[in-house]
């Protein structure tokens, strides 16, 4: 089936740095999605991005479907940013599809 | 509208129990997802209904887990026999989708944490 890795695994940043979070997948996605995971473990949309680019704020996102990866920006990173950030990718099987959700990068900034 | 709702938020039971839990999408949302997730992994798809009908089952799904949308809004899902391997969160999403068109973006509830004990 379809693996999805997300890289770093796990990030530390001091607050007011930039980062970038990559999303690599196996195989033709139909859609996908990045998440970030607060400390008490709500799913919070960030952006549905099946190609192309989008920016929200700080964040940004991008997503290159022909060559299977995307990734999300964060800009000058605030404390609230921490938790776990997950992307989820769309797979199509015989007429229906499931959500495949990559690896998580957990990230903390530091005051 | 308040988003996806999901009750209770913590349960907490002995091995062997059945335990029952509620997820009440966003209301136009025609699709309904429950997914697992243990602790330090991403959330595991389970199985979805477009409206009332089961369209797609993983196989962690297995024959102690079943899982209802009767009519087409609130969707249950059932533990039988529960076991220390279902400790875990389980977390309820929905989404519209155009019929032979496109699938939207899911939204995801606060999940239920389930300890078996």
């Known amino acids: 089936g379809i693996q999805v890795e997300q890289s770093p695994p796990d990030l530390i940043l001091q607050e007011g740095a930039n980062s970038t979070l990559r999303c690599n997948f196996s195989?033709?996605?139909?859609?996908l999605q990045w998440f970030h995971q607060n400390p008490w473990g709500q799913l919070i949309n960030l952006f549905y991005?099946?190609?192309g680019t989008k920016q929200n704020g700080r964040l940004s996102a991008t997503t290159v479907a022909t060559e299977r990866y995307s990734l999300l920006y964060i800009s000058s990173s605030q404390t609230t940013d921490s938790g776990v950030y997950f992307c989820a990718v769309r797979v199509d099987t015989s007429g229906t599809y499931k959500y495949i959700f990559g690896t998580g990068t957990r990230l903390k900034v530091l005051a | 509208d308040t988003g996806v709702s999901q009750d209770p938020r913590h349960k907490i039971t002995k091995r062997g129990q059945n335990v029952t839990f509620r997820c009440d999408p966003i209301?136009?949302?025609?699709?309904l997802y429950w997914y697992r997730q243990t602790l330090g992994q991403g959330p595991e798809f389970l199985t979805y209904?477009?409206?009332?009908?089961?369209?797609?089952k993983s196989r962690l799904l297995s024959d102690r887990f079943s899982a209802e949308r009767p009519k087409g809004s609130f969707s249950t899902l059932e533990i039988q026999r529960t076991e220390q391997g279902d400790s875990a969160m389980y977390l309820c999403?929905?989404?519209?989708?155009?019929?032979?068109?496109?699938?939207?973006?899911?939204?995801f509830g606060p999940g239920t944490r389930l300890t078996v004990t």
């Open positions: 209301s136009e949302h025609n699709r």
């Open positions: 209904f477009q409206n009332e009908a089961q369209l797609e």
């Open positions: 195989d033709s996605v139909n859609n």
């Open positions: 991005i099946p190609s």
């Open positions: 999403a929905s989404s519209f989708s155009v019929r032979g068109g496109s699938t939207y973006e899911q939204y």
